[in-house]
Nanobody
């Protein structure tokens, strides 16, 4: 089990940028794939981005492709989500997760508490 703590959320105007961070507790962090998901009010939790343990494989939701970048620093047990050109529809609680590489919620067994991102128009 990996404990994850997100930070970096906040309020930003449309077109702006934010960088989310996710700090992991486990020394085995580098063995896990990492994903970012988001959940808007009244909606299902949806996939945003994932990166394999080696960093070789990366996947993005079509809605964020070209705007968001997932990165990991295994030496620091930290994952980042750089979000550029933000849109009001990006408003959601963002969660990082650790597990096996994939795009489904069920691929990830450990979750952070979430951080709110609000994009104003």
């Amino acid at each position: 089990q990996v404990q994850l703590v997100e930070s970096g959320g906040g309020l930003v105007q449309a077109g702006g940028s934010l960088r989310l961070s996710c700090a992991a507790s486990a020394h085995t962090f580098s063995n896990y794939a990492i994903g970012w998901f988001r959940q808007a009010p009244g909606k299902e939790r949806e996939f945003v981005a994932a990166r394999s343990w080696s960093g070789v494989r990366t996947s993005y939701a079509d809605s964020v492709k070209g705007r968001f970048t997932i990165a990991r620093d295994n030496a620091k047990s930290t994952v980042y989500l750089q979000m550029n050109s933000l849109k009001p529809e990006d408003t959601a609680v963002y969660y990082c997760a650790a597990g096996v590489y994939g795009t489904a919620v069920s691929d990830f067994g450990s979750w952070g508490q979430g951080t709110q991102v609000t994009v104003s128009s």
